[in-house]
């Protein structure tokens, strides 16, 4: 069986990941839609850096890897960079981002990596690649990876080549080099067991990457799809409550924030990975017991988000009040990024920091803990935990969800319906994190006396 980049790495984090992906894929989870989100972004960032190398011609995949190894070998002799040349040898399989001739008649790897830097996982990509060519006969001088410049400010045309940075790794890959064919022919044996192997879980379940097979091993343990049993019982501070409460200025502004992320930054003044603030929740409560007012804004796709979330913020938040949020650091740091790009709401929000109140407080400091936590103080962990309330009635029931789920309505292919209902959705999510807060302070309320 070839040995595939996706699959040695695999391999490398745990073989019992590898073994499942080769003998058993269809007990593989789906790829969410967070995971998708991921690998579109990731192939915006190879075509931008295809862009780099005019001349250069595709490998297409259309005829299957058969054809995709006859195809680059006729391409090797035209002596031009070629995207997704692929190689088999050594039971290796191997596809090449960017192969570019070099003037001595051999041949430099570019690796292209949606990072922000090069990491260790990377340079064992490459050493597998180098294998795999040079045994296929193709001479390699120099390996390069090209992955996000996070210092690039966009202004107004996008520039590729100050986007995409290039580092040497020919060094560290020829370090790497040794251990590349042991490591294949011991995945190869592996996978000829036909029993999957056990492996205990550890730090690799998350490292370099989360394993699909996360919850699986999880429930394993817990023994028979069951979760362990909870043990002891809540306890609450009533003095530290009643100090948090006390704190409170009415009205309270119940301020959530949905954002996204991009690798190649869509407007000016945005950096690759920077939030981008695409909708808000605002519930506005006279006090605990009256009805709030929700406020609801949702990004339409045109100008820039951040001048129309701040102008419209704006008129919904009043003179007075504490503004709350959970884990108020993000929210206070869109608004900071949004006013450093729109200066003329600057002094609106710097008088709006004062006012803002993180409704974490109480559970990170320990004055309410709950065992159905499980030792998480995220707003998901803590509704139900403390009132019963979640979030398993909506379509969407996390921000990553939401994130891509907005990127795909707004910058993919949707239909008119397609968009409509998303929105609903996103709506009823970004909603739920707001009222939330407010279930949570009606609970604190009462354990407070």
């Not at 935990?385 to 795909?408: N, P």
Request: aromatic content about 8%; proline content about 6%; some cysteine.
């Amino acid at each position: 069986m070839n040995i595939s980049k996706s699959k040695y790495m695999k391999g490398l984090q745990c073989q019992k990941l590898l073994w499942t992906v080769c003998h058993a894929p269809a007990s593989l989870p789906e790829a969410d839609a967070s995971a998708q989100a991921l690998f579109n972004e990731g192939n915006a960032v190879g075509e931008l850096a295809q862009s780099l190398f005019p001349g250069g011609i595709l490998v297409e995949r259309d005829g299957g890897c058969g054809d995709m190894l006859r195809q680059t070998q006729l391409l090797l002799a035209e002596r031009r960079p070629i995207f997704e040349a692929t190689f088999a040898a050594g039971g290796v399989y191997a596809q090449a981002d960017i192969l570019n001739p070099t003037e001595d008649g051999r041949w430099d790897v570019i690796e292209v990596k949606m990072s922000t830097g090069v990491k260790p996982q990377h340079i064992q990509d490459v050493a597998l690649q180098r294998h795999c060519y040079e045994g296929a006969g193709v001479p390699v001088r120099n390996c390069h990876l090209m992955h996000i410049n996070n210092q690039y400010v966009r202004q107004g045309a996008l520039d590729a080549r100050a986007l995409l940075a290039v580092e040497d790794v020919t060094g560290q890959v020829a370090a790497e080099l040794p251990r590349v064919a042991g490591r294949v022919a011991d995945m190869q044996r592996m996978l000829e067991q036909r029993e999957c192997p056990t492996v205990a879980m550890g730090p690799h379940c998350t490292s370099p990457y989360d394993c699909p097979l996360m919850s699986e091993c999880q429930a394993a343990v817990a023994g028979r799809n069951e979760a362990a049993p909870l043990t002891g019982e809540m306890t609450h501070n009533p003095e530290a409550i009643r100090d948090f409460l006390g704190q409170l200025v009415y009205p309270l502004y119940l301020l959530d924030f949905e954002t996204f992320m991009r690798a190649i930054p869509q407007l000016d003044g945005a950096w690759p990975y920077m939030k981008m603030p695409f909708q808000f929740s605002l519930h506005v409560v006279e006090h605990l017991d009256a009805d709030p007012v929700h406020h609801s804004w949702l990004w339409d796709g045109a100008g820039d988000p951040r001048a129309v979330m701040l102008a419209t913020l704006g008129k919904l938040i009043g003179d007075c009040g504490s503004v709350l949020a959970y884990f108020k650091s993000f929210e206070e740091g869109r608004l900071n990024e949004s006013a450093a790009a729109f200066p003329e709401y600057a002094d609106w929000v710097r008088s709006l920091m004062p006012r803002m109140v993180d409704l974490i407080v109480p559970f990170r400091s320990r004055a309410v803990r709950h065992p159905a936590q499980h030792g998480s103080n995220s707003l998901k962990a803590v509704l139900p935990a403390l009132t019963g309330a979640g979030y398993e009635d909506l379509e969407i029931q996390d921000g990553g969800t939401a994130s891509a789920d907005f990127v795909r309505i707004t910058c993919g292919d949707a239909t008119d319906d397609e968009r409509a209902q998303v929105r609903r959705n996103l709506e009823a999510y970004c909603g739920r994190d707001t009222i939330a807060m407010l279930y949570l302070l009606r609970k604190l309320a009462t354990l407070a006396g």
